[in-house]
Each structure stands twice: as structure tokens, then as C-alpha cells.
């Protein structure tokens, strides 16, 4: 059903991203155990990590970075629009606690 | 007409799978909602027991390893039925039905050892984003589980899978795969930060 023209990954592939998922996790992990040595760029990091997992099945395991540049847009609209409403909490809630505190 | 016989759709893709990718991106409005609530409440400080103070975080790891996993048997399963291979099709589907089963089994599991220790869905409002936070997504979880046994059923029922037909393994792995995807933000955000 696929109408990209790109080839999709083969199994030896797919297993391949399956294992660099699992050590991506591991990392993760390993951080949160870590995180007294390695202190304020525990956080940042495990976020990059997220994202980068996050990234990888979408492009990957869900095909987006072989789809139509129509359905690309709809899932990223959809990212930017949950991206903008945390946004606007998190400056209404700082600001509230500026003004109110 | 395409490979399945649907006609080509003016967008270049065909409709019920751009439904299928809109659908998705309403559902990262949902959960993005649910998250900003529960980030909302996380590092306030409330009465009674806190989440951090009952989880368990290797358990939790293993079970998100288990989710992960399982959509490296989906993406097989699709691979599987691209090649009309029945059998291992099959197989893989039902790989990942009982991947989601465990996964959802350690849920369970893991919910009832934070009501036993005290931190219950009314324990404060924190706990209650966090209930209503993760057992969405659990119940998404079973939907999917749900969803890949009608489809062996119906496998085994039409004497084999295709990519045609209202019940599409591509749509039901595209629902799997962002309930994973849903998790790996879930277990960061939830759990390690």
C-alpha cells in the first residue's frame, strides 16, 4: 500500500534499529543512575535520547521518511500544535507565578 | 488504480491512509495534552506519598524495552505481509499481541504495587495526572492488542492477510508504532527526569 518509491528497510535492518533502540534505552537508564556525577546535563540528555528514539521509529519502523510529503506535514502539524499548547501553559503558569508569588 | 486497486487520490496517497495519519496526529494533541497536565503538577509540592518514592525503575525498563520491542514485530509482520508470506506474518502479529499483553500485564502489576504502598489515584492531584496520564496510554495499549487478535482472526477467517480491507495490518501497525512512540516521551518525561 506504500506509495513511496524508496525501498523500505529489510528485516536484517529493521532488527538492526531494534538494537540500537534497546542501547539507547540503556543509556537512558544508565543516566538516571548516574545522574549525581553527571549532574544538570542529565536531563538535557535524557531528552535527547527520548527524541532520538522518538525519531527513529517514526522515520523507521512507521515509514514517515519514506511517505508523501502529505502525511509529513500532518504529523509534524500535529507535533507543532501539542509543542505550542505546552508552551502557552508553561508561560501562563510562569507568568503566574511571577505576578502571584 | 494502485497495487490494491484503490483508485489514485488527487493527494497522491490514498484516503483512508491519510485519515489513518490524521487520526495519529490528533492523538499527539491528546497525549500532548496530557502530558503538558501532568508536567503541570510535577515537582509541586503535595500532600501524601510521592511517585518517585514507590517506582521502580528497572521493572519499568524492562517493560519499555518489551514495548519497544514489539514494535520491531510489528515492522516484521508488515515486512512479512508485503511478501504474501502468510506464516510468519502470523507469527510476528502475534509476537507482538502477546509483547503488548506483557507490557500490559507489568501495568497491571505495577499499579497495584503504588495502591498497596499509598499512591492512589486520589492520593493528590499529581497522582491523579499520572493515573489518568499512563492509563491512557495502557488503554491504548489494549485497543492494540485488541486490534491485532481481531486480525489474526479475521487471517485465519479469510484464509490469510492482505493489505486490502477495512481490517489493514499497515493502519493497525501505524497505531502501534505511535503507542510506542507515546511511551518512549512517557518513560522520560514520567519516569527518568
Known amino acids: 500500500m506504500s506509495q513511496s518509491h524508496r525501498p523500505h528497510p529489510t528485516p536484517k535492518q529493521y532488527v538492526q534499529i531494534a538494537v540500537v533502540l534497546g542501547i539507547l534505552t540503556a543509556i537512558e537508564v544508565t543516566l538516571f543512575y548516574t545522574e549525581s556525577i553527571i549532574g544538570v546535563f542529565t536531563d538535557p540528555l535524557l531528552m535527547v535520547l527520548a527524541i532520538s528514539k522518538f525519531i527513529i521509529v517514526v522515520g523507521w519502523f512507521m515509514h514517515l521518511r519514506f511517505e508523501n510529503r502529505l502525511v509529513n506535514r500532518f504529523f509534524v502539524g500535529g507535533m507543532i500544535l501539542a509543542l505550542v499548547l505546552f508552551a502557552i501553559v508553561m508561560l501562563e503558569r510562569a507568568s503566574a507565578n511571577f505576578f502571584f508569588s | 488504480m494502485n497495487d490494491h ?79 504474501s508470506d502468510q506464516e510468519r506474518t502470523n507469527i510476528w502479529l502475534l509476537a507482538t499481541a502477546l509483547l503488548g499483553a506483557v ?50 482472526g479475521v487471517g485465519q477467517r479469510q484464509k490469510g492477510l492482505s493489505l486490502d480491507g477495512g481490517m489493514n495490518l499497515e493502519f493497525i501497525a501505524l497505531y502501534w508504532h505511535f503507542v510506542d512512540i507515546v511511551w518512549i516521551v512517557l518513560f522520560t518525561v514520567v519516569y527518568l527526569i
Open chain 2, 5 to 83: 486497486g484503490y483508485p489514485h487520490e488527487p493527494t497522491g496517497i490514498e484516503t483512508r491512509k491519510l485519515g489513518m495519519w490524521i487520526f495519529l496526529s490528533t492523538e499527539i494533541l491528546f497525549f500532548g495534552t496530557l502530558i503538558t497536565t501532568y508536567l503541570i503538577f510535577k515537582g509541586r509540592s503535595f500532600d501524601g506519598i510521592r511517585l518517585e518514592e514507590v517506582y521502580d525503575i528497572p521493572f519499568t525498563s524492562v517493560s519499555s524495552f518489551v514495548l519497544l520491542m514489539s514494535s520491531l514485530t510489528m515492522v516484521l509482520a508488515h515486512n512479512a505481509i508485503e511478501k
Open chain 2, 103 to 152: 507490557f500490559l500485564a507489568g501495568q497491571i502489576y505495577e499499579f497495584t504495587e503504588f495502591y498497596h504502598k499509598g499512591f492512589t489515584l486520589t492520593v493528590n492531584i499529581y497522582g491523579s495526572t499520572f493515573y489518568v496520564l499512563t492509563g491512557f496510554h495502557g488503554a491504548h495499549v489494549f485497543i492494540g492488542v485488541v486490534l491485532l487478535i481481531i486480525l489474526l
